[in-house]
């Protein structure tokens, strides 16, 4: 997989599969900037993409609020250069009650953290590939949409397959890609059991560096 220099931004980058794809990134030869809240994990990650053969660049964003992804968006283009490809991994899921029984904070820090947070990170950087004529975006959905308890987790990831689709018919005429993948059960921090991160990076990638003239506004479901 040939990644050499490609700028990518990853939110979600300090665990679990934002790590694996930044690592797998890396060693594809990309320039990464691996963008979440923790300072300390994603410094650590991006270190991990240099000795991996890429180059890693920390940034600490908060993907639920504009101004924070706006700031960290300028200063990741101004230290490694304009985005060509962004992976809208992080997530959250929490608040596994009945809906009568879900605080309307935690259906609101869900929907923030798993829609909002897209929505801002393709608001910020999308204008910037149209108007390079190429970009790639990828949106990290989830095979489980109707789960009971997880309203709201199963909520946001149907809304962020829509916000998919919907960008995609924009983007008609223009080679900038956006795909939702829905990668299987995987063990990481939130959940436990499962596939190991880096047994998908690879398929997930796959969309990231897809071809002039590939589909877009799909939702590529991963086998179990």
């Known amino acids: 997989m040939n990644l050499k220099d490609k700028v990518i931004l990853i939110t979600g980058a300090g665990s679990g599969l934002g790590k694996a794809l930044a690592i797998a990134a890396g060693q594809a030869g990309a320039k990464v900037i691996c963008a979440a809240r923790r300072k ?4 650590q990650t991006a270190e991990e ?40 991994n992080a997530g959250i899921i929490t608040g596994m009650k009945a809906v009568q029984d879900l605080p309307v904070e935690e259906w609101d820090r869900i929907m923030a953290t798993n829609v909002r947070g897209p929505y801002l990170l393709i608001r910020a950087i999308l204008p910037g590939m149209i108007q390079r004529g190429f970009g790639r975006i990828v949106n990290i959905s989830a095979p489980i949409k109707h789960l009971p308890k997880a309203s709201a987790y199963c909520a946001s990831k149907c809304a962020l397959d829509s916000l998919t689709k919907a960008v ?57």
Not at 40 to 43: T, Y
Not at 51 to 66: F, I, L, N, R, Y
Not at 168 to 180: Q, T
């Open 40 to 43: 300390e994990r994603i410094q």
């Open 49 to 88: 993409v240099t000795k991996a053969g890429g180059v890693g660049t920390a940034v600490e964003m908060d993907v639920t609020d504009g101004k924070s992804v706006e700031k960290a968006v300028t200063q990741a283009e101004k230290e490694v250069g304009s985005i060509q490809i962004l992976i809208n």
């Open 168 to 224: 995609s018919y924009e983007l008609k005429g223009v080679d900038v890609l956006i795909n939702a993948v829905e990668p299987p059960f995987l063990d990481t921090e939130m959940h436990k059991g499962g596939k190991k991160p880096e047994e998908v990076v690879a398929q997930i990638l796959e969309l990231a560096i897809a071809e002039a003239g590939a589909p877009g506004g799909r939702v590529v479901k991963i086998a179990q």
